[in-house]
T-cell receptor
Framework: AQRVTQPEKLLSVFKGAPVELKCNYSYSGSPELFWYVQYSRQRLQLLLRHISRESIKGFTADLNKGETSFHLKKPFAQEEDSAMYYCALMGGNQFYFGTGTSLTVIP | NAGVMQNPRHLVRRRGQEARLRCSPMKGHSHVYWYRQLPEEGLKFMVYLQKENIIDESGMPKERFSAEFPKEGPSILRIQQVVRGDSAAYFC???????????FGPGTRLTVL
């Protein structure tokens, strides 16, 4: 069965510290992986997708097929990064979302 | 482009009543997705529609729930005879095609008393 797991519900880091939000998936085919972000009082929006290999707002994510992971990383966290982050997998017609990780960056 | 619109933003219903949630996709988008977010859970896919067609409803409960996306007008998610367990946030997303980024609406928070 397709599944996306985000093991951390809450994550707090200090400003300037590195941050990693974990995402593991299970999918029988070739998945497309995404990270979505929801800032306070805003709607869910796409942060990045693995096929584009971009760095958005300093965030990167590498698809590791061996470990079936798609962790989101940023070397130096900023206060404005505080938000809810969702990892998502696209398979067939559907998006499968993880339960989300709430990131708080402490000034 | 106003983005994906959902209304109402908040909806309160008593048990047994009907709830109708509306979603207007972004201009030029013909694909609409509905998701439900229960407390403490992630977004769960419910249904995927294109104009006048249901493409995938594998995430929809078999009873009381239905969705449509008519040729004209918004997509509607309809919940008949609501129960307390239907209380959740319902999100709509739209895209121009199957393998494109989905753009999300602000959600409708349904509370069943």
């Amino acid at each position: 069965a397709q599944r996306v797991t985000q093991p951390e519900k809450l994550l707090s880091v200090f400003k300037g510290a590195p941050v990693e939000l974990k995402c593991n998936y299970s999918y029988s085919g070739s998945p497309e992986l995404f990270w979505y972000v929801q800032y306070s009082r805003q709607r869910l929006q796409l942060l990045l997708r693995h096929i584009s290999r971009e760095s958005i707002k300093g965030f990167t994510a590498d698809l590791n097929k061996g470990e079936t992971s798609f962790h989101l990383k940023k070397p130096f966290a900023q206060e404005e990064d505080s938000a809810m982050y969702y990892c998502a997998l696209m398979g067939g017609n559907q998006f499968y979302f993880g339960t989300g990780t709430s990131l708080t960056v402490i000034p | 482009n106003a983005g994906v619109m959902q209304n109402p933003r908040h909806l309160v219903r008593r048990r047994g009543q009907e709830a109708r949630l509306r979603c207007s996709p972004m201009k030029g988008h013909s694909h609409v997705y509905w998701y439900r977010q229960l407390p403490e859970e992630g977004l769960k896919f419910m249904v995927y529609l294109q104009k006048e067609n249901i493409i995938d409803e594998s995430g929809m409960p078999k009873e009381r729930f239905s969705a449509e996306f008519p040729k004209e007008g918004p997509s509607i998610l309809r919940i008949q005879q609501v129960v307390r367990g239907d209380s959740a946030a319902y999100f709509c997303a739209s895209s121009p095609g199957t393998r494109y980024e989905q753009f999300f609406g602000p959600g409708t928070r349904l509370t069943v008393l």
